[in-house]
Nanobody, 121 residues
Framework: QVQLVESGGGLVQPGGSLRLSCAASGSIFSIDPMAWYRQAPGKERELVASITVNGSTKYADSVKGRFTISRDNAKNTVYLRMNSLKPGDTAVYYC???????????????WGQGTQVTVSS
């Protein structure tokens, strides 16, 4: 089994910054990709950013230039640096990882428990 543990959420004023972390643990051979999603009240979950094991990244248009995703492959950890936060960024942020537990196993999708980010004055 694999567990994803997120940290770093909280309350921040508009224009402020936060950094989210997500550490994967358990039976892990490889993780590719790792990603952050978010879900605001009354809305569907949406992709915020993703990163491959080689460092290729993708971002939602709404966060380009403000958010940066990165990962530490040795620690099986993904980060999301969020700058210039807006009230519209308020949501529960979920870590996502496509994990292969051995070379012979098909990859399995895992989710973290979610961490609340609230942007408000």
């Amino acid at each position: 089994q694999v567990q994803l543990v997120e940290s770093g959420g909280g309350l921040v004023q508009p224009g402020g910054s936060l950094r989210l972390s997500c550490a994967a643990s358990g039976s892990i051979f490889s993780i590719d990709p790792m990603a952050w999603y978010r879900q605001a009240p009354g809305k569907e979950r949406e992709l915020v950013a993703s990163i491959t094991v080689n460092g290729s990244t993708k971002y939602a248009d709404s966060v380009k230039g403000r958010f940066t995703i990165s990962r530490d492959n040795a620690k099986n950890t993904v980060y999301l640096r969020m700058n210039s936060l807006k009230p519209g960024d308020t949501a529960v942020y979920y870590c996502n990882a496509l994990v292969r537990m051995s070379i012979s196993y098909a990859p399995t999708n895992y989710w973290g428990q979610g961490t609340q980010v609230t942007v408000s004055s």
